[in-house]
């Protein structure tokens, strides 16, 4: 990816050089995929891949915002990172045990069931109804059902959970004592991500890198505020590269060093909000 607009933030933020290291670090993806000639599957190596090449884009989006001078909208899409990394947290822990093929294929089974339920309501309320298309949806959803391992309620269903706050705990427990502080503060501003997200009246009011003794509606980008969603983000995608270059088999180790060095940058400038 390359910036395309100079501003003040992005030196400010050294925005550039986490372009870089990003650019470098899907390269190298990129040629492991093509020399190991993955191919398309529903598997644990392509949901790694999938699961990395969305948080590439996301880290894309939020060095926009950032750049633009948008820190609430960057730590909007943080989200979507520290999601990406529960749910692989989630995966290591079920590794070595005998069901964790089975909570693959239940991953991949809720794409297909949240895809036919998004077709069967447009039937239903957004189109003429067509008896027989409803019918056949009904009966394909039946049959993705019918390949579930877990009878979970709930969107994180696969995982034997219902929420991802359920989840969200589980995973943290299933950690190494040394890890959960991390996760419990990831997850502390996960919280403070979706209330910025939500249209609510603490939304409405919450605002990174502006003057707390404003009394008015500030709608002008900030300089300040973007250590925050910038720490939140690329400690998140740093985890969730380790393991993307893990199970293709390749050394995360100067990238990772290359990465931590920002993540302490921006974990300094947290606060500066």
């Not at 550039?16 to 190991?36: M, Q, T």
Request: proline share 2%; net charge negative; charged share 25%.
């Amino acid at each position: 990816m390359t910036l395309l607009f100079q501003s003040p933030h992005t030196d400010m933020w050294r925005l550039h050089e986490l372009d870089k290291i990003l650019d470098s670090i899907e390269d190298d993806i990129e040629g492991a995929v093509d020399r190991k000639q993955v191919q398309t599957e529903h598997d644990f190596q392509n949901l790694v891949l999938r699961a990395t090449g969305k948080s590439i884009v996301d880290m894309k989006e939020i060095l926009t915002l950032v750049a633009c001078g948008y820190p609430d909208g960057a730590l909007s899409l943080s989200r979507n990172l520290f999601e990406q990394l529960v749910i692989l947290l989630f995966f290591g822990s079920k590794d070595e045990g005998p069901d964790f093929n089975n909570y693959v294929d239940d991953f991949f089974i809720d794409y297909d069931i949240q895809r036919v339920k998004a077709l069967i309501y447009e039937c239903k309320n957004c189109a003429s109804t067509n008896a027989e298309e409803l019918s056949s949806l009904q009966e394909e959803l039946a049959k993705a059902k019918a390949k579930r391992h877990s009878n979970k309620s709930g969107m994180y269903w696969w995982s034997g959970h219902s929420t991802f706050a359920d989840l969200t705990e589980n995973v943290i427990k299933s950690q190494p004592q040394n890890a959960q502080h991390l996760l419990r503060v990831l997850h502390l501003h996960y919280k403070r991500a979706c209330m910025a997200l939500h249209a609510s009246s603490i939304g409405n009011a919450l605002r990174l890198g502006t003057d707390p003794n404003f009394a008015g509606i500030d709608t002008a980008q900030t300089e300040k505020g973007h250590g925050l969603p910038l720490w939140f983000a690329t400690t998140s995608i740093n985890f969730i590269f380790g393991v993307a270059f893990s199970t293709l088999e390749k050394d995360y180790t100067m990238h990772e060093d290359a990465l931590f060095s920002l993540i302490a940058f921006y974990r300094e400038k947290e606060f500066d909000a």
